[in-house]
């Protein structure tokens, strides 16, 4: 049974610091991973979309990497801003599921200073 | 080009009676699903349509849930009759393909009390 567990759960930081965000996965057979954002009281806006086959994805200041074999992903923020501020959920679609049943973690709660 | 839309945004009912949420997914999508997050949990997939048809529903919690997507075009996903246990936020996604990027909506938020 896959599983996804995002680290750290909440995390605080000045503006203009780069972070990175942590999701490790339980079973590497997956299909993609796919990064999301949450605002306060929102839907989930779609970051970065990782297939299987690639390593990394770029998107502004966003940049999210693939580890496949070890069943990591990183999300890197660069010079983070307090619009940034937002839970961060880290999701997988595995192989051999049809479909699109995603199985997401707790998300990582990122609060930017100004 | 409009995103996945759902309603109602909020919705308090008292335990046994009934609620339908709806969701419309983007223009174009064959591919519908709902997922639902309760109190201090993660998101968990409930269904999936392809058109019409129910592709998988194996996540339905049980048989007082009842999704429908008639003509292939909205969702309405019925709760009769509501629990309290079944409070929690219910998302509406779609994808274009099966396996590509998926866009939800900005759920619903269920209160049984």
């Known amino acids: 049974k896959q599983e996804v567990t995002q680290i750290p759960a909440a995390l605080s930081v000045p503006e203009g610091e780069n972070l990175v965000l942590n999701c490790s996965f339980t079973?590497?057979?997956?299909?993609?991973l796919q990064w999301f954002r949450q605002d306060p009281g929102k839907g989930l806006t779609s970051l970065l979309l990782?297939?299987?086959?690639?390593r990394e994805q770029t998107s502004g200041r966003l940049n999210a990497s693939l580890d496949k074999s070890s069943g990591r992903s990183t999300l890197y923020i660069a010079a983070s801003q307090p619009g940034d501020s937002a839970t961060y959920l880290c999701?997988?679609?595995?192989?051999?599921?049809?479909?699109?049943?995603?199985?997401f973690g707790a998300g990582t709660i990122l609060r930017v200073k100004s | 080009e409009a995103g996945v839309t759902q309603f109602p945004s909020h919705s308090v009912i008292e335990k046994g009676q009934t609620v339908t949420l709806r969701c419309d997914p983007i223009?174009?999508?064959?591919?519908l699903y709902w997922y639902r997050r309760v109190m201090g949990k993660e998101i968990k997939f409930l269904l999936h349509?392809?058109?019409?048809?129910?592709?998988?529903e194996s996540g339905m919690p049980n048989n007082r849930f009842l999704a429908e997507r008639t003509g292939g075009t909205y969702s309405t996903l019925k709760v009769q009759p509501a629990e309290l246990e079944d409070s929690g936020v219910y998302f509406c996604?779609?994808?274009?393909?099966?396996?590509?990027?998926?866009?939800f909506g900005q759920g619903t938020r269920l209160t049984v009390v």
């Open positions: 990782i297939q299987s086959s690639q």
């Open positions: 999701a997988v679609l595995p192989l051999g599921e049809y479909g699109n049943k995603l199985v």
């Open positions: 349509f392809v058109k019409e048809s129910k592709q998988d």
């Open positions: 079973d590497s057979a997956i299909y993609n």
């Open positions: 223009s174009g999508h064959d591919n």
């Open positions: 996604a779609s994808t274009l393909l099966m396996g590509t990027e998926a866009f």
